[in-house]
Structures are given as C-alpha cells and as structure tokens.
C-alpha cells in the first residue's frame, strides 16, 4: 500500500475538518478474483453493493481498503497478495494476518464490515476511529447480535424496513443505527439500455432459488407463470442465479439442484445462469417485466435486483413483503399482498403483469417512474451521503466529548493536537501547562535510564526494520563509501550496526547527552568488535543547529522527531545535513524511525516504582502525519513494526519512513483531521472497601494498577498496614480514607454494618467514565483487555467472570456486574447507580431495576480468594453474612435478591445439618429434621418468586432449586434434553419438585432452540406488524448480576 509516486504540493488533498477519510471495508464471501473486483463474474447483491460504495467513495477523494477472501491455489495460498483496481481502491486477502499488519500500521479512521458481526469484537480494531456495521441480513438471533456492538459505532441498514426489524428485537441499538441505501452503477445501468429492445412477453426473475423458485415440494414463481402461460401464451421466463457464499452446503445444493430441474421441466422457461454484471443489465434491459413472488419465510432488506429493473427500465411485479414496498416506487410496477403460495395470491399476480403488458400507456409510465426513483440509488449519491454521515459523527462526536479527545491527545503524549484542541475546549489548557511543567526530559535524565549498548545491539528489533529498508535503499551497502550522520545515537548501539552494515562508510553520530556520547566513543573504540571501527567513527555533543559538517550520503534520526512539538520543522532542519541532488546524483537520503502509540504505558511498571516513567514525547505519529510531511517527496517509503501491546492493552509500533533531498519543502500534518476524527478516551476509576487488609491488598491493587486512572479506597477500620499499602497506588489519582462503619444500623451488627453503605462510601467520589469495583481478598486476571471495552457503546454494564478458588470444593465461578458507567446512556440516562443491600451487595439501578444492557466482558476474570477453604467460608457466613442478611431482610423486604439469598442460606443450613448429622450417625444420606422447615420455606420461595426461565435471576434461583429439591427428597429425577455452553445438545440429570416445573422447563429448552435457528418476525402489511419481543436478557447479554454461589460472596 505504499504510495511512492512524488505528488506535487498542489495536488495535495483538501485538509481538515472535511480532509479525506481512509475507509477499510472487510466482507467475508464467495472467493474473489480480479476478474470478480471488475464485476466479470456473477456476484451477489450485498457483495456488488459493497463494490459500487467503494467506487463512489474512492471517486469522492477517499482511501479505499478492501479485505476478502481470495480464490485459493491448489496449495491453498492465495492468488494475489493485494490488487488495486482502475478505481483506486485497494484489495487485500482478508485473513488475519494480513488484516492485522495493515489495520495496525494504518489504523484507518472508518472500518465497516459488511454483513459479519464477529469480526466487529476482534482487538485489532481499538483504534480505528469510527466502526461501523453494515447489515445487509435480516436478524435471527440478537443475543450474538447484540454481543458483538461493544465495539461498534454505527449500526448501518439498507432501508428503514431492515433497521426498524434489528430495532424492535434490540431497543438499545436505535440511537445507533442509520438506514442508508444499496448502491448501484447507475452510468453502466443507462449504457446497457442503449440500442436495447424490449422482446414482447419477456420476463425475467433474479433471486436465489430459494427465495421464490423452490418453496418445499412447489414453486411459486413457476405457478404464477404457468397461470400467466394461460392468458398469454407467447410469454417467456429467463431465470438468472449469482453465485453465494452458501455454495457447497448440501441443504444450499439441494435447493439449487431442484431447481434446475424444475426449470428444465417447465416449458417457455430459460436457465440463463450465473452471469456477471454486463450480462445481466442486458437480459434484464430486454426483459419487459421482472417477475418476482417472494415467499413468506424470507423478506428482502433492500432488493438489488429491484433497483436495476427500475433504472433498466423493467417494470417490477413482486410481493409486497419487507423493504420491496420501499425499494419499489409505487407507480414503477405492482406490488401484490399474501402469500405466493396461494391460488388468490396467484391471480393477483397475473392479473398485475397482464394489466401492465396490455396497457402501453401504464407501461411506459411505469419506466419513467422506475428510472426516476433508482436515480437515488446512484454509487455517487449514496457515497455523497455515507460521506456526510461519517464525518457528520466525527463532528459530533468531537464536540460533545471534546474533554475526551483532549484527555486522549494527552495521553498519547501528542501536545501538539492537544494544543489544538484547546481552542475548542479552553478549560485545557490549564491541564496542558501542568503537563508540560512537569515534563522530565533532560539529556541527563536520558542518561539515566539508556540501556548499554552492549544490551541493545542485536537485541533492538527496530533495528532490523531500519535496516531492511536500508538494504533496499543501498543495494551495494557492501562497497558503497558513504558519509552518515547517525543523529540522536544515544548509546551507540545503532552506529555500531551501520558500522558493521557499511563497512566502507564513516559514520558521525551526534547526541544531546555529553554522557552517552562519552560511553559510545569508549563502547565502539575499544569494545566493540575490539575497535575495529575506531577510525570510521566519530560522536559529538551537538543539537540539530550544530552539527558539526553537512552533505551526508544518509541522515539517520532514530526516535528523536516524536520529542518537538512541531516534528516537521525540526525535519527541515536536519534534512539540510544531507546531501543536495546534483545533475549526476539523487539527494542524500534521510531515515527517521518513529513510535506509534502511548508509549508512555510501557515506562509505568507499577506505583511503587517510578524510575522509568520518562514524559518526553510531544507528537504522537500516525501514517498521515508521515505522509503529510514527506509522502511527496522523492523516494518516499513507509514500513511499519508492530510492537507487544501495552500493560493498559493499547496498540503500540514503530514507523520507518525514508526519502530523498529534493529541493521540494517538507509539508505539515494536519493536526484539524487528527484532533477531530482522534477517539474519546474513556477513563476508569476504581473503587474498593478495606479492613485488615495488608495480606491481600497490594496484589489486588498491582492487578489494577496499570489500567486504573484513579484508585478510591475506603477503610472501615483497619488497625493494620492496610490504609499505608494501599497509598502508593492513589499516586494517579483517587484517594485513602476511614469511614468507619455504618452510623445508621444496629451497634451489634458485625462491621461494617451495611456493606452497601460502604460499597457506595468507596464510589462517591470517583470522576471517570467507568467505575470497577473489586475487594481486598480479589485480584484481576488478563486486566490489560479492559479497556478496549469502555468506550462508545449501548451497553451500561458489563460482567466479569468471579473465579472462587476453593481447595475443598469444586471450581465454580459467578457472573456480577462489576464494571457500569458512571454516567448511564439509554433508558438509564440519568440514573446513579448505588448498591441497595446490607450484604451480597450490587450496584444497581434501583433496590431491584438491575444495571442494563450489560454484556460478559470476554478475557477478564476476577479471581477470589476469601473463601480458600470450607471452614473459613462457614465462619464467615455465620458470623458475618447471615446477620447481615437477616438485617437486610426487615430493612429491605422488597428486595428480590434478598428474597433469594434467604432460600439460598435455608439450603445451607440444610446442608450443615446434613453434614453433622452423616459424621455423628456414619449413614451417608441422613434426613434433614431440624432444618426442615426453613428449607421447606426455601423451596416455596422458589417455586412461587423465581421458577422462571426468563427471570433476570433464573441462572442461579434454579441452582438453590436443584439443592432445595434434593435436600428435601421430594419431587422426581428427570434426564433432560438441553443445550450446552455452545449451543450443543447435551443431556442433564436434573430434580424437579412436580410435573409442572418440569414441563416449563422443558418448553423454555424448546423455546431456546428456536431462538437459535428461528426466522425473524416478517411483516406483511403496513398495519400489521408484528411485534418481536424486545431482546432485553438474550444470552450473552446479560441483565442480571448473577447471586454468590460461595456465600457472602
């Protein structure tokens, strides 16, 4: 993808607010050729969509990426590794791999997957500016859906039709959704009318077969035109198919197969096949009608093939069914009510092509209508339109959480854009002069934490980037007698490798630092290699104004560009130690190495230790900031190196560019685009409660420390170190404080007396976007896949997996919301989360509105380890939990969960008693006789609060249900049909107390497997939708804070 071609300074771009974008599109389909990116093969309607946006875009200035899969050698590799087509737009394979180097080197401002919602979860995709979904399917299972709109800024349909069905099943998503259109060519689609005659009686049908040819044992589409055949016996059908993705399924194969043979058994019918673009415009042009009787199990979300018949010409006569009554103008064509299947339905239809074939004058209004309509549908207007939308967010966005972008500028060390962005935010600027009052970068400082040459020679992999480049740029490095100027050289370390790469050159290096000068002059004289280099080098203490000499074959500067606040002026600076261009000879070449990211997340190893926390950057690079400074001059070239994510998670490289001395001026970046289209940056705050903690309390803050920008502890009487440990760890922000125990409950009420009054002590101050609560005896597993998650979503919550490390018990994990936003967006706008509950306390909406839509927060575990053992975690919940709950119980006795965690604690005491009772009588199964009427009271509990499938605490109601059934021995042993974590089906071995709370269960496993495979609600009249229920607990989505399995919890 690079672009090395020299461009003229007028020739450059538009800038700013409204520069270009750089759009990358991923689409997983039927396998792509050249031949397939020039429309020359049979394609599918969402996949030619996506090329005609494409052209559009790239037409309107913009960068274009395409990812998709390529057609295989036998060897399984790819035909081509990129293809750039006449349009300027590039193709790549979309295998990881492939995706990964490019999206990570270019982190495009706009990525937009077509039709495939997992590939919007993927990490890769962290920095792109805005991410959009483009759906071109109807929705069947809005859990998996919904899963994946974490990371998803836009959810784009292809009519209000299709957005309106992903809406009423998934509520939360219509703040974020936009219905666009289904581009076409519209110029390719007036040339293929040209000289065109309609043949009389012609009509044509486009559509995979399974959507009108082959309905089970019939064929609408056959029927009707068999009841045409009647009424006008000339008639004729040319039926055209495109090759899909679904190819090579055996139910796919099947229905094609019947297909065929349908068409070869019915007469006046002509099997066209899969034809390509050009071929189909003119079948389609000579076509008087397209005929189309859609069936009721599939309702078209745009309808291409609608669109081309309308700009061909070709009145349409179809089913009045989904988007088709949108995409469809009212006068191009007829529209027919019912299901095609049915002889009324039949008659309609015929009727509707008949009136149209014997009425010229309708006909022909019919045609001006259809082309004026499909003129909207034109790959430049629709593209005119995505465009706005696009940088319309940006705008938005920008200016409703300019704080955000001003925060994430900082972060990135980009002083620069965080200037800028000042002028749009002027409470900055305040934070902005602190930051740089109290910038640490000195040459002595650098001195301080450089590593020794001897460490990083052959260990620096930079180092190898910078020296594939120059192998390609110095062929006969071998022989070539240079002059190089190594600036910013620091230890040595990379003048001993040009040493060693050119071995005929002299190298200068030059650095701010007398000290490190001082070491590499000793290093290489007497070091390395023994001095063999001694008379090729020389090292001096000079800044960019002061070089000593001028003229040098190659100018190096190794990460020095990121530490001015304006890097293209100190370029120009250094570009005039290279050697000017001759008549004879190409000016002196200058390679800059550059870091790419929050390099500063590498440097903060833990609170307790600072010495390596080094704030010297002041630009943050990205490719266009590269290309805008030097992307026009001679010889330009741009690697990139993908460097380990940071501690926080972030996506960190390095840039190598090079180029030639000119004479041309080097440009500017245009710090407007990157400030605008820059990402929020969302902050997490972290809050804790704490007693006698000092065993446990460093690990948990070591495990948040490298995510967290501030940290709130409040202590409810520690008489240890706790409060002394815990301090470090507030260095960033946050804060150590007593807050005793509750004032407000009974004095003999275990400490702290209420843990929710606590919980929301600790949480009362904090300021970021996000809050985590986590406890002493916790520490968080994976913490650097956090933040990727908080960002601009629907989702108000999410769950993190609470891992029970227990030695006597089996492994078993709960699912609490532990992570919500401060400020909730949504139906919860507005409300302040606090937990309502003395113990087994949750942050919730109300005492019982849970935090909703929450999401399972994929690769983040808290580990808990208050209850290692069965002893300790008795002791603690008789002396401690139960108390408590019983407490919370008269002073809450509406709270649902409480209700919950009374039944569940029945068990327990069942369970103890059941434990007794097998030591002192050595039978293995005692009955239970003291406890048996609590436990009595539990299972009532159950059976009347919580046996429902639906219920938002069901998961665990029906755990406490299994054990309260067993324990009382009551009820029977069912082996039931189910599905596994996967959607599998497995069978279980489970009790139930009566033959009714079997059959529900029985009914919600049935109802479970038709969410899976079922079709989505159609709606076939205007006036009669149909109403699918609101997606509000579909798995993985979350709406419950899931009950402690080990108690207290």
């Given amino acids: 993808m690079r672009e090395t071609k020299r461009r003229a300074p007028e020739e450059r771009p538009r800038r700013g607010k409204d520069a270009p974008l750089e759009i990358h599109f991923y689409c997983e389909s039927v396998p792509f050729t050249e031949e397939t990116i020039r429309l020359e093969t049979s394609l599918g309607g969402s996949e030619s969509a996506l090329i005609h946006l494409a052209r559009g875009m790239a037409g309107r200035g913009h960068t274009i990426v395409v990812y998709t899969r390529f057609a295989r050698d036998e060897d399984g590799s790819p035909v081509m590794e990129s293809y750039r087509d006449d349009f300027g737009i590039w193709w790549f394979d979309n295998s990881k791999a492939m995706m990964n180097s490019i999206i990570r080197a270019r982190q495009p401002e706009v990525f937009v997957s077509l039709r495939h919602p997992g590939i919007m979860q993927w990490a890769s995709l962290t920095d792109c500016k805005l991410r959009l979904l483009w759906n071109e399917d109807l929705l069947t299972t809005p859990g998996d859906y919904f899963a994946s709109a974490w990371q998803t800024d836009l959810h784009v349909f292809v009519s209000d039709y299709h957005m309106e069905q992903y809406c009423r099943e998934i509520p939360d998503l219509r703040p974020l959704s936009w219905a666009t259109r289904n581009p076409v060519d519209m110029a390719a689609l007036r040339a293929a009318v040209d000289g065109v005659e309609k043949e009389p009686d012609r009509l044509i049908h486009i559509s995979r077969p399974e959507r009108a040819m082959v309905a089970g044992e019939r064929s609408p589409l056959l029927e009707a035109f068999a009841r045409l055949r009647k009424l006008r016996p000339d008639a004729t059908l040319a039926v055209a ?8 399924n055996p139910n796919v194969d099947a229905v094609c197969d019947r297909a065929d043979e349908l068409v070869a058994e019915t007469e006046g019918v002509e099997y066209l096949g899969a034809l390509n673009k050009e071929q189909l415009y003119g079948e389609i042009a000579r076509s008087q009608l397209m005929l189309y009787p859609g069936v009721r199990t599939f309702a078209e979300t745009s309808c291409i093939a609608a669109i081309e018949a309308q700009a061909l010409g070709t009145p349409l006569v179809c089913t009045d069914i989904g988007a088709l009554r949108e995409t469809l103008h009212t006068d191009a064509g007829r529209s027919v009510s019912g299901d095609s299947l049915d002889e009324e339905y039949q008659e309609a239809c015929v009727d509707a092509c008949v009136a149209l074939l014997a009425d010229g004058d309708a006909y022909r209004r019919a045609q001006a209508a259809g082309r004026e309509w499909a003129a909207r549908y034109d790959m430049h207007a629709v593209a005119a339109e995505w465009e706005t939308k696009i940088l319309g967010m940006f705008d938005e ?22 200037e800028h962005i000042t002028e749009s935010y002027p409470e900055g600027e305040v934070i902005l002069a602190e930051r740089i009052a109290t910038s640490n970068e000195t040459p002595e400082r650098y001195a301080e934490t450089a590593l020794s040459p001897a460490d990083e020679f052959g260990h620096n992999q930079r180092f190898e980037v910078v020296f594939y480049a120059l192998e390609r740029l ?5 022989t070539d007698e240079l002059r190089i100027l190594d600036f910013a050289g620091g230890n040595g370390s990379l003048s001993a490798c040009l040493l060693r790469f050119f071995p005929q050159a002299n190298v200068d290096m030059v650095d701010y630092s007398g000290e490190l000068v001082n070491g590499a002059k000793r290093w290489i004289g007497e070091e390395f290699d023994d001095g063999a280099h001694a008379d090729r080098f020389q090292a001096f203490v000079a800044d960019v104004e002061s070089v000593p000499s001028t003229g040098y074959d190659l100018v190096l500067a190794g990460e020095i560009a990121e530490h001015f606040t304006r890097p293209e002026e100190f370029l120009t600076r250094l570009e005039t130690h290279a050697a000017e261009p001759t008549d004879d000879a190409p000016g002196g070449a200058v390679l800059i190495t550059v870091p790419q990211g929050p390099f500063a997340e590498y440097m903060h190893a833990n609170s307790l230790d600072w010495s390596r926390h080094l704030r010297g950057h002041k630009f943050c690079f990205d490719h266009r900031d590269l290309e805008a400074i030097a992307g026009h001059r001679d010889g330009y070239d741009q690697i990139h190196m993908i460097n380990d994510d940071t501690p926080r998670g972030s996506l960190c490289g390095h840039y190598v560019a090079h180029w030639r001395r000119d004479g041309q001026e080097l440009g500017a970046p245009d710090i407007e685009r990157k400030a605008r289209r820059m990402r929020p940056r969302d902050r997490l705050s972290v809050c804790m409660i704490a007693k006698d903690g000092e065993n446990d309390i460093a690990r948990c803050l070591k495990s948040v ?22 301090k470090p760890y507030t260095r960033n922000g946050g804060d150590v404080w007593s807050i005793g125990k509750c004032p407000d409950v009974p004095a003999d009420l275990p400490s702290p007396g209420d843990f929710g009054w606590a919980r929301n002590q600790s949480a009362s101050r904090v300021t970021g976007d996000w809050v985590l609560w986590i406890d002493c005896d916790e520490f968080l597993e994976n913490p ?8 601009d979503n629907p989702f108000n919550g999410y769950v993190l997996r609470q891992c029970h490390v227990m030695k006597d018990a089996p492994y078993r994990f709960d699912k609490p919301i532990r992570l919500f936003r401060r400020e909730p967006v949504g139906t919860q706008a507005g409300t302040q989360y606090q937990c309502h509950a003395a113990i087994h306390e949750h942050f919730q909406a109300d005492v019982n509105d849970l935090i909703e839509p929450a999401l399972i927060m994929s690769g983040v575990d808290i580990i808990h380890l208050g209850y290692v053992n069965e002893r300790l975690r008795r002791t603690k919940c008789q002396s401690r939990n139960i108390p408590l709950l019983l407490h919370d119980r008269q002073v809450r006795p509406d709270r649902e969960l409480g209700l919950l965690l009374e039944a569940r604690e029945y068990c327990n005491y069942a369970k103890w008693e059941k434990e007794q009772a097998a030591q002192a009588t050595g039978d293995p199964n005692p009955p239970i006789l003291r406890e048996r009427k609590k436990l009595e009271r539990a299972l009532s509990i159950l059976s009347h609060g919580f046996f429902d499938p639906q219920g938002k605490y069901w998961e665990a109601a029906f755990e406490v249900y299994q054990d309260a059934v067993r324990l009382l021995g009551v009820g029977s042993e069912f082996l039931v049909g189910d599905l596994g974590p996967h959607g599998e089906m497995v069978t279980r071995t489970l009790w139930f107390a009566n033959v009714e709370h079997y059959e529900t269960y029985v009914r919600d496993v049935a109802r479970r497997i038709r969410e899976m495979s079922r079709l989505p609600a159609i709606d076939w009249a205007a006036d009669e939708v149909e109403e699918a229920p609101a997606a509000q607990h579909v798995a993985p989505v979350v709406g419950a804070a899931a009950l402690d399995a080990a108690a207290g919890g």
Avoid: C
């Fill in 705 to 726: 420390d490298a995510i967290a920008d501030e940290v709130w502890i409040a202590d409810t009487g520690s008489r240890d170190a706790t409060m002394q440990l815990a």
């Fill in 474 to 478: 110095f062929p006969n490095h071998g």
């Fill in 397 to 418: 966005r920008f200016e409703t959480r300019t704080s955000a972008v001003f925060d994430r500028a900082l972060w990135n060390d980009d002083i620069r854009a965080a």
């Fill in 784 to 791: 650097e896949n956090v933040h990727k998650f908080l960002t």
């Fill in 241 to 248: 198919r495109y090759h899909s993705m679904y190819e090579g």
